[in-house]
Each structure stands twice: as structure tokens, then as C-alpha cells.
């Protein structure tokens, strides 16, 4: 079973949502320390951004991906022992979101592992980690390394670096790079873009990108070219010389394809606005020469036949006083007939290959192009509720105060509404002092309850409490918890509390005054908890895991002992009234065991919730939704006299329970529409009533569905851009994950609403790219390496996570782009946004990508 390992796989940017920005919580650095004369500690630190955290080497289960060191075998060396972990940020004991022992490291942890050499040699390898915060989990990712081993070296044995992965750029949104002519010289920019793994550095600009480079051609002679390289150079950034001895840093050069058609003409000559000779601190005071502002790279040629293009590439390290980048590859060409040259992009193809694929299924990310003129576009704060909150608290409050008027009617509360309020008109010196002290009781009632709601909130927090809805050991609790209730409700026990309690309580109500009267509505509490308990319970846990809100619970119980302590002050108010009360009889009981019929439909709601986070299906949709109508059943057949509990007794026929019997069954049928076959859905139709609370249609045995909520969905991106163009409808793009918990409540309490349930079904084409899916890859498509990180990408997860990042620079889930898929280059229609769990915001959203 699937653990819930990430609220999200992948992933949030640097700095701030909805701001792009990959996230790059860890950086690695390695060194090595001699311990004698064959052997060493090799050691790979990783610090932490402050909130996110790395797990340890020593996991078990199907959690976390805990961190592992690999090395790279050779007869040189031999591993002594396992890694040893080495943190003073270091956590162990149960994780509520893995459900599972873990440890993790916060802030800086070392991996120590010793080796013994046999002399100086390389030991190369990788680390493979997963980091994550209190709120989502990014992907596995990897770092690749070295470290150099010199035998008879200083203590520190040697030098250890990352080895960076060399990338185009992710964002390319053009065919290819327009070049500008001018008579016989061309000029053509492009940048350097910087690879995710190892080197990735990011700002609030996202990420690095300080060299623009421009190629042009000047012509000498009829034979004879200059080509001419320039780098501009953001400020306080800078390049270095070709002419640099040792490792680091990477001196800039040119390679060319080799061709028989062209000759290199003395050396390739170097210039700057600012050129700068002097050692360098960061390279062990190495004597390097640099260039800031611009640079200049003249190569002269002659050449044969111009006609013929020429190809090579160059290589760069940029620096500035802070960090350096990962030396970065760009391979240009130029065409002297034709007065072109720029950079080869290799992350898009051009409109020429477009149209030679006769198939038109592209096999990989690089291979779709995206014109993301519009991305920009925002108009989802249009029709937007301003009181949206306060309507939500208000409903929760409702809510509430429809628990507390259940609770009035039953035995353990109804009785006492005249005996309290007697009390207080008849037992005062005189009026106005009797409906002081009924006030006063009313007031404490409020009081004690809302404290209670206040006490919830307070332990649990509000990110606790929006957890709970999520989790599936969580939601078993309270589908048991329920039942007990049921059963209560029945009338087999009585759920009471101690009398000690209660005893304690009376005491107090009898010193007079505030103080008194306070404990006289404590009391009532206490003796009224084997009825008002599972209604409070009930209406805690609902509000608690249903709303969003922290305060939730407060609001809630505010409105139940609203309900509760207004009949104490009215009648106090209006005496005559009291004349009015039905009298206390059997109708209470049968009022508990409607609520214990409520109780156990609750109770398989929640134990559904659990069944479908774990995708179990021992409750799918016909078996919860035969459980429910059967409650409804069993309801009308007790009211009607046919079904007895404890309280049992002959029914006499009444209109309210002819009502309620009637009502009970009208339910019962309306539940069983719910079995209706819906032939456009391919399953069944969902009662709209049921809509939200019901399991979905689709997670059914005999007609199962594998798309959210009915949607006719696609996994694929090419077979939703062939669907799109046959509807010619936009596609909605979703970027979600199996084990995404904020893709799950974006479907189940965003996607469900109405309004956006329409607009996705019926105006869009859903494709929804599973980030975290481990199945390989098949035809079309086979394994490649990744222009964006370099990396091989051989399962579809990898696959869908290379496009989003590709193409958007971002990796977190859910994560959702309109498009139009009318031309070849599929069209971002408005800004992309990610968990949105605004209901009109996301409904603006998609009503923006339609204007």
C-alpha cells in the first residue's frame, strides 16, 4: 500500500508560491580527510534551507527515500564500514504524514565514510536524497561526485567537488533562434541557462542566467571570415580566460566540428571592456585572468566552400564574489552564405521537423513547444467573493446551531428547560434577579462550550486539523468512534461521564452568586453528556475536517450552545411560554435513535474517506450507497413501529411520524437513483445531492471509472492534444501526482463544486500527468536523457516531471496550465496556478483561459 509520502511530489519554487523558481532546499559540498597514510574520511555535507530536512540512510518501508551514498567500485579503494551520519539537527520517532519510525536531518548533516586506498586515485559516485517540509515533499533527486585522493598530500588528502550536469536552456519558446542580418555580418543572441542537479543557483529572478552570448561573421576577404564570439555579461559577473592552467576555474573555450572545409587561422584572440588579472581567494590564490561587462572571442578562418555550415560549441564557468556557476556547453553554428548564426537549440524543434513528423506523436518533453506570450495574464481574482470566509463561518455556525436544537430535544436536556427556568422566577427575591441569574446561566453555557471548541483548536492547530481529513487511520477513528455513538443512541449504554464529576459540580452550583450559577450550567453539561456527546462529537470532528478553518470547531460549538442556552433565557424572559412545551415522553427516545441512524451513516463516511486514501475498495460506491440507503430504511421501518431497539414499545401513528417516515423513505429512494447507468459517464449517476459526500461514481466494481470525479481524462499528453484538436476545446494540463495530498483535495473539494465541475467537463479536455508514476516507458516513447538536467528519464513520472520543468521551471503538484492545442505550438492561454483551494478563484481561472 501507497504511503502518503509527499503533500505533494513535487513541488513548490524557490522563494514563493506561484513565483518561477525550482526549489533547491539542499546544497552539497565534499571533502576529504586523511586519517593516515591509506586512509580517508570522505565526507559529503548537506545544508538545509531553514524548515526543510533530509532523511537518514537507515529506513525501512515505503516512506521517505532516505538519503544513500554510491560509490563507483575500482581496485584503488575499499569501503571501510557503512557511512556514518554525523548531525546535531537530528530528529527520530513516529511521522504522522509516513506513518511510519523515521529519522531526518534539519539545518547540516555529514556523511562520513572511511575508505582505505592503495594509492592516489578518483573515487567517484553519487548521493541520492529526498527533502521535504512540514507541507510537501520534493522528488528523489542525485548529485554526482569526486573526490581526488592524492597520497602523501596534506591532511585534507585531496580536493572533492560536485560534478555539475551541463543543460540548454528549459524555457525555449521559439522554433529556433531568429538571427539579425546586416549585410555580410550576422549577429544571433542566446543565453546559458543553468542545470537543476548540483549547481543550481536561484534569486528571485529565478534561476542564474548572467551571460547572453551574440555570434557574427565579418568577412575579410573572398576566403578569409573573422567569427566572432561576444559575451555580455550581467554586473558584478564574470567569465574566464582561455588561457587558465589547472582544474579550476573553467577557462572558456572553442571547440570546432571537424571539417575539411574550413582552416583555423592563428589563435582565437580574446578582448574585454574589463579585463581583470589577480589571484583568486576562492581557487586557493590561483592566478586566473577574468572578464567582467563584455567579452570578445575573434576566430579567423578560411574557408573553402561557403555554402557549408560551421558547427562547434564553447564552454563557460561564470562567477561572481559569492558563487559560482556549473560550467555550461552552447553549440552554435554559422551558415556564411546564407548570413546566419546563432546557438543550435537542441530543447525545441523547428517548424521543419514539426511538419516531417508524419505521426505527429512526439516522443519526448523537449519535442512540444509552448508559446507562453499570455502566461502573464491573471484575471482570477474576477468574480471572486469577498465574504466567501465569512459565509463559510457563518454555515459552520448554522450548523452548529441545528446540533444544539437536536440536543433540546433530547431526554437528558428537555426535561430540565422548565425545572432551570422555574428555578430562576420562582427561587429570586424578584423578577428582574430571576432573569438576571437565567441570563447568566445562558451566558455560562455559551461559555463552557466555546471554551471546548477553543481547546480543540488550540491543541491540535489548524494545519493538524486540515490533516485530519487526509489521513486514513484518522478517519478509521471516527468511523468506529460513531458507531460507539450509534450504539449509544440506540439505547444498549449510555456513554457518562464520572459522577465523581458530576457530584464535584453540584457542590459548587450551590455557593450562590456568579460562581454558582456558573457550576448549575457546568452541571448541566455533565448530567446531559450520555445525549449532547455524540452530538458534540459529531459536530467537533465535522468541523474539524471538513471546513478549512482553524477555528472551525469554536464557530461550531458557538452556534450548538447558542441553540442550547437560548430556550433558558426566553422562557426566563416569557414564563407564559412554558405553557406551550410538549411534554416530556417517548418522542425523546425516538429522537436518540434517529440520531443513532445519523450516527452510523456518519460513521461509513468516514471509514469510506480511509478506503479511498488507500484505494482498498472494500467500500466502493454501490456499498456505501446501499449502507446509506439501508439506514434510511431502517429509520422509516423504526418510526413506522416494525424495527425495535431497547426503548421499543408500540408505535402510535402521529403526523410527525408519518412525516418522518415518509421523509425516510423518500430518501431511500432518492439514494437509489443513485444506481441509475449514466451512458455518457460509463458509470453510475450520482445523486446531486450525494455530490461531495458520496464515494466517487468511477471507484465502483462494476463500473469503474479512472479519472476524478466521472471526468473523461487522458494520462497522456498526446492523446489529449489529438482530443483537444478534434473537440477543438483548450486542454486543461494537470500536473498531479498518485500521492499528492493537495492534488487530492483540489479534486475532491475544489473539482467537485459546481460551476467547476461544468467548466472542466464540459469546456475543457482533462489531462492529467501523473508526476510520481513509476511505469516505464513504453511506444511511443522510450527512455531519453533530459536536455534540461541531463539526466535519463526512463519511467513516466520522470517523463511528465522533465515537461513541467521544461517547459514552466517549475516541479510542484498540483500544478495546472490551460492551453489551446489549435497549432502545432501548443498556446498558454492565462498565468498557470497552482493549489488553489478557493472555490471562485479556480472557477475564474478557468472562465480566464476560456475569455
Given at each position: 500500500m501507497k504511503k502518503i509520502f509527499s503533500t505533494a511530489i513535487a513541488l513548490l519554487f524557490l522563494f514563493k508560491i506561484g513565483e518561477a523558481q525550482i526549489l533547491n532546499p539542499v546544497k552539497w559540498s565534499f571533502e576529504s580527510k586523511k586519517i593516515n597514510e591509506t586512509e580517508y574520511d570522505l565526507i559529503a555535507t548537506a545544508k538545509l534551507d531553514k524548515g526543510w530536512f533530509i532523511y537518514s540512510q537507515f529506513l525501512n518501508g515505503d516512506g521517505p527515500v532516505p538519503t544513500a551514498l554510491t560509490f563507483k567500485p575500482t581496485p584503488q579503494y575499499q569501503l571501510i564500514g557503512k557511512a556514518a551520519e554525523v548531525s546535531d539537527h537530528k530528529k527520530s520517532g513516529f511521522d504522522k504524514i509516513f506513518e511510519m519510525n523515521i529519522t531526518k536531518f534539519s539545518d547540516e548533516v555529514k556523511f562520513v565514510q572511511r575508505v582505505k586506498v592503495t594509492g592516489s586515485t578518483d573515487i567517484k559516485g553519487s548521493v541520492e536524497w529526498q527533502t521535504c517540509d512540514d507541507e510537501k515533499c520534493l522528488p528523489p533527486n542525485s548529485q554526482d561526485f569526486n573526490y581526488k585522493i592524492v597520497v602523501g598530500a596534506s591532511a585534507s588528502g585531496g580536493a572533492a567537488a560536485p560534478i555539475p550536469t551541463n543543460t540548454p536552456s528549459p524555457t525555449q519558446t521559439t522554433p529556433s533562434v531568429l538571427p539579425t542580418q546586416t549585410g555580410t555580418s550576422t549577429t544571433a543572441t542566446t543565453s546559458n541557462q543553468v542545470p537543476t542537479n548540483g549547481g543550481l543557483v536561484a534569486n528571485s529572478g529565478g534561476i542564474q542566467n548572467p551571460v547572453k552570448w551574440t555570434f557574427e561573421s565579418k568577412k575579410k576577404s573572398e576566403t578569409e571570415y573573422d567569427l566572432v564570439f561576444k559575451a555580455n555579461l550581467d554586473k558584478d559577473w564574470h567569465i574566464y580566460s582561455q588561457f587558465l592552467k589547472g582544474d579550476v576555474p573553467i577557462p572558456t573555450s572553442f571547440k570546432f566540428e571537424k571539417n575539411d572545409n574550413i582552416e583555423l587561422v592563428g589563435k582565437l584572440k580574446e578582448e574585454s571592456t574589463k579585463r581583470r588579472q589577480h589571484k583568486e581567494p576562492v581557487f586557493d590564490n590561483m592566478e586566473v585572468i577574468d572578464f567582467s561587462e563584455t567579452a570578445t572571442f575573434t576566430q579567423s578562418i578560411k574557408i573553402k566552400d561557403i555554402t557549408k555550415p560551421i558547427n562547434g560549441s564553447l564552454e563557460f564557468q561564470a562567477c561572481n564574489n559569492e558563487m559560482c556557476l556549473p560550467p555550461n556547453e552552447i553549440k552554435f553554428f554559422y551558415d556564411i552564405a546564407k548570413g546566419t548564426a546563432g546557438e543550435i537549440a537542441d530543447n525545441t524543434i523547428a517548424s521543419t521537423t514539426q511538419t516531417t513528423n508524419t505521426s505527429g506523436i512526439l516522443t519526448e518533453p523537449s519535442q512540444f513547444q509552448f508559446d507562453k506570450t499570455n502566461e502573464t495574464v491573471d484575471c482570477t481574482t474576477e468574480g471572486v467573493k469577498a465574504d466567501d470566509t465569512q459565509s463559510s463561518l457563518w454555515w459552520i455556525f448554522a450548523l452548529g446551531f441545528g446540533g444544539g436544537l437536536l440536543a433540546l430535544l433530547t431526554p437528558c436536556v428537555f426535561p430540565m428547560i422548565p425545572l432551570t427556568v422555574s428555578f430562576f422566577t420562582k427561587g429570586?427575591?424578584?423578577?428582574?434577579?430571576?432573569?438576571?441569574?437565567?441570563?447568566?446561566?445562558?451566558?455560562?453555557?455559551?461559555?463552557?462550550?466555546?471554551?471546548?471548541?477553543?481547546?480543540?483548536?488550540?491543541?491540535?492547530?489548524?494545519?493538524?486539523?486540515?490533516?485530519?481529513?487526509?489521513n486514513p487511520w484518522v478517519n478509521i477513528a471516527f468511523g468506529v468512534l460513531f458507531l460507539v455513538f450509534a450504539v449509544s443512541f440506540f439505547g444498549y449504554f449510555e456513554i457518562t461521564l464520572p459522577s465523581s464529576w458530576t457530584n464535584k459540580a453540584d457542590e459548587a452550583s450551590n455557593r450562590g452568586g456568579l460562581i454558582g450559577i456558573f457550576f448549575m450550567a457546568f452541571t448541566l453539561a455533565l448530567v446531559s453528556f450520555s445525549c449532547t456527546g455524540p452530538i458534540i462529537g459529531t459536530l467537533l470532528v465535522q468541523t474539524a475536517t471538513s471546513t478549512g478553518f482553524s477555528a472551525g470547531p469554536a464557530i461550531g460549538m458557538l452556534g450548538f450552545a447558542t441553540a442550547l442556552a437560548l430556550p433558558f433565557g426566553l422562557f426566563a424572559l416569557f414564563p407564559a411560554w412554558l405553557q406551550s412545551l410538549p411534554k416530556s415522553g417517548s418522542w425523546m427516545d425516538d429522537v436518540k435513535v434517529t440520531l443513532g441512524f445519523i450516527e452510523v451513516a456518519l460513521a461509513f463516511k468516514f471509514l469510506s474517506n480511509a478506503d479511498l486514501i488507500k484505494g482498498w475498495k472494500y467500500l466502493p460506491y454501490e456499498a456505501f450507497l446501499a449502507i446509506w440507503i439501508v439506514c434510511a430504511l431502517g429509520l422509516a421501518l423504526y418510526h413506522a413501529g416494525i424495527l425495535k431497539f431497547k426503548y421499543g414499545g408500540k408505535k402510535k401513528f402521529s403526523i410527525p411520524r408519518g412525516a418522518v417516515v415518509a421523509l425516510s423513505l423518500a430518501f431511500a429512494a432518492y439514494l437509489g437513483l443513485g444506481f441509475r447507468y449514466n451512458a455518457t459517464t460509463e458509470t453510475f449517476q450520482t445523486p446531486e445531492m450525494g455530490s461531495?459526500?458520496?464515494?466517487?461514481?468511477?471507484?465502483?466494481?462494476?463500473?469503474?471509472?479512472?479519472?476524478?470525479?466521472?471526468?473523461?481524462?487522458?494520462?497522456?499528453?498526446?492523446?489529449g492534444i489529438a482530443e483537444a484538436r478534434k473537440q477543438n476545446k483548450p486542454i486543461l494540463l494537470d500536473f498531479t501526482g498518485w500521492n499528492c495530498a493537495n492534488c487530492r483535495k483540489m479534486e475532491e473539494n475544489v473539482w467537485n463544486k459546481p460551476g467547476v465541475m461544468e467548466l472542466i467537463r464540459d469546456k475543457y479536455i482533462l489531462v492529467s500527468l501523473y508526476t510520481d508514476d513509476k511505469k516505464e516507458l513504453h511506444a511511443p516513447y522510450a527512455p531519453y536523457t533530459s536536455k534540461f538536467d541531463g539526466k535519463l528519464k526512463d519511467t513516466e513520472g520522470e517523463m511528465w516531471t522533465d515537461l513541467e520543468a521544461t517547459f514552466f521551471n517549475k516541479n510542484s503538484q498540483p500544478f495546472y496550465v490551460l492551453v489551446s492545442a489549435k497549432e502545432p505550438i501548443l498556446k498558454v492561454l492565462n498565468a498557470p496556478t497552482a493549489y488553489t483551494p478557493e472555490v471562485e478563484k479556480y472557477k475564474a481561472f478557468l472562465e480566464c483561459g476560456l475569455r
Open positions: 429570586s427575591k424578584d423578577r428582574a434577579t430571576g432573569i438576571r441569574n437565567a441570563l447568566i446561566y445562558s451566558l455560562s453555557i455559551i461559555v463552557l462550550y466555546v471554551s471546548m471548541g477553543l481547546l480543540i483548536t488550540t491543541i491540535f492547530g489548524s494545519d493538524a486539523l486540515n490533516r485530519l481529513s487526509t461531495g459526500i458520496l464515494p466517487p461514481a468511477g471507484y465502483s466494481y462494476i463500473y469503474p471509472q479512472k479519472c476524478p470525479l466521472n471526468l473523461s481524462c487522458f494520462h497522456d499528453l498526446n492523446e
